[in-house]
């Protein structure tokens, strides 16, 4: 079993939509998850962080947090064909004496016209 | 000025030659990582350093070095190429958040695409 886990897509979804993207994860003591949104070629970039329990919302997108189920999913409300990119869940891991982050290998998704 | 640079953005190379990656930031952030991403694999950890002195393998360490120079450059190393390190390289820094762990945004820079023949 992987470490953090994400359906690799595509998910295809119409503009205007709202784009639900999912992820799990193994480690009961994570404490701190990350969505980046990276498009072909470029670098992660950060879209927003959760550590509590519910939603955290900041503009069109919304984390969601359940630590009991181990589930953390990213909303994306009124999708554009520039939302099209992978999206990447990341989990903060302590291992060693330290904290690091381990990457899903990310969704794709798709936003058509 | 983009915070984290990599230098070269795009190298081939041949199989046995000594590559070095570098990665410089001016965010100020003690914390550094270089990552490979393969396609379907995600990001996976090579090496990290939470200081100039401080520097620890990651998942995937074999094959690879690093160096600290100064808290603003970390240089990845591969003393001797091999085809199957053909990836995509990323350097990333971090802060972390409130002075604790559990919260520790990485920003990454622009990557490294290498390609060993």
């Known amino acids: 079993q992987k470490e953090v886990e994400q359906n690799s897509g595509p998910l295809s979804v119409p503009e205007g939509a709202i784009a639900s993207l999912n992820c799990t994860y193994s480690d009961r003591g994570s404490q701190s998850f990350f969505w980046y949104r990276q498009y072909s070629g470029k670098s992660p970039e950060l879209i927003m962080f959760i550590y509590s329990n519910g939603d955290k919302e900041d503009g069109r997108f919304t984390a969601q947090l359940n630590k009991a189920s181990q589930y953390v999913s990213l909303l994306i409300r009124d999708s554009q064909p520039s939302d099209s990119a992978t999206y990447l869940c990341?989990?903060?891991?302590?291992?060693?004496?330290?904290?690091?982050?381990?990457f899903g290998a990310g969704t794709r998704l798709a936003v058509h016209p | 000025d983009a915070d984290v640079t990599q230098t070269p953005r795009n190298r081939i190379t041949k199989t046995g030659k000594r590559i070095m990656l570098e990665c410089s930031q001016t965010k100020g952030h003690d914390r550094m990582y270089w990552y490979r991403q393969d396609p379907g694999l995600g990001l996976r950890l090579i090496y990290y350093?939470?200081?100039?002195?401080?520097?620890n393998k990651g998942e995937i360490s074999d094959g690879y070095s690093v160096s600290r120079q100064a808290q603003a450059k970390f240089s990845l190393s591969l003393e001797s190429a091999i085809p199957n390190q053909t990836a995509l390289y990323f350097c990333?820094?971090?802060?972390?958040?409130?002075?604790?762990?559990?919260?520790?945004?990485?920003?990454f820079g622009p990557g490294t695409r290498l390609t060993v023949l």
């Open positions: 990341a989990v903060n891991k302590f291992s060693g004496g330290y904290n690091k982050l381990i």
């Open positions: 990333a820094t971090s802060d972390p958040y409130w002075g604790t762990s559990a919260t520790d945004t990485q920003y």
């Open positions: 350093s939470f200081d100039v002195k401080d520097i």
